[in-house]
């Protein structure tokens, strides 16, 4: 009863953070179109939720350390994890269909795999080898057909948009290698988002992106604000899922981020996703699915 109880408790966080991060695409469409500037809405998305980690971290007694390592640490994947994919996906946000940005960028899993053998954190296995392959046929359905989206101009802004996935996974190697020993998911998290945050501001203002976020509040303010309480509040459930189901379990939220991505498009835009995109996506959310099930194996065997 007790594990029933638990597993539905880790199913009901990673349903909850799958719908909230799986939001965040539309939303920022949404932002874009209504005259918020890319790189000023990824400044907002760094800071916003950087002050709000922050006060969480405080109240919990998890002090973020300042000495040279940790700096670099949060230098470096602040910029590969949040500075870079995320202001790639705000340029490219108003250029393809929301859902479709979705389900690319949640392909991180399925580059990381490779990159962590090139690193040599991972070893080959043919499980896994094949949910990669699953997951760049999906890919390649995105962008290769004639009449997978819209418009075949899109298909350069969704090349692009694998930049951010790419960033992701770079950064995940990175952390894999150089996190300190001491240093919490939470103090990591407030870090980084420091560190965008740092990262982002001369390029706002030299870019004169700068969005001015003051009272009375537009309805692109709100949705900026929106935004900022739905990406802390991810922030939190992802702390709680990783204490309570672990690592393995939060990786299969790529998966429902990529259908709670559709979802939301077809809601906010009355996006419709056509054959060849709901092809892509099961392949993509079937590659994540079979990764996560041949670590867990794995995990469960050594």
Known sequence: MVKNTRTFYALSLLVALGIIWGSGYSIA?????????????????SLGPAILISIIALFSGQFIKCNQQHLRFYFISGLLGIAIPNTNMYFIAPHIPAGILAV?????????????ILAQQEYFKWSRFFAVIIGFIGILLIVL?????????????????????????????????????????LTASQGMLISSSL?????????????????????????????IILS????????ILLRTAGAVYYSMVGGIVSI????????????????????ATICIVLAIALMSFTIRIRQTLT
């Open 29 to 45: 469409k949404f932002a874009m179109e209504n005259g918020v500037q890319p790189i000023g809405y990824a400044f907002w998305q």
């Open 104 to 116: 690319i960028v949640n392909t991180v899993p399925i580059l990381t795999y490779p990159l962590a």
């Open 145 to 185: 057909p004639h009449k997978s989206l819209p418009d075949i101009a899109m298909t350069p802004w969704a090349l692009l948009a694998l930049v951010s996935p790419l960033s992701f996974a770079l950064c995940a190697i990175y952390i894999n290698r150089a996190r300190p020993q001491n240093c919490s998911a």
């Open 199 to 227: 990262l982002l501001i001369p390029l706002t203002f030299i870019s004169h992106q700068f969005y001015v976020l003051t009272p009375p509040f537009s309805i692109a303010g709100w949705i900026v604000i929106l935004e």
């Open 232 to 239: 802390s509040i991810g922030y939190v459930l992802f702390f």
């Open 260 to 279: 709670t991505g559709l979802i939301w498009a077809g809601i906010i835009f009355h996006e419709i996703p056509n054959y060849w995109s709901l092809l």
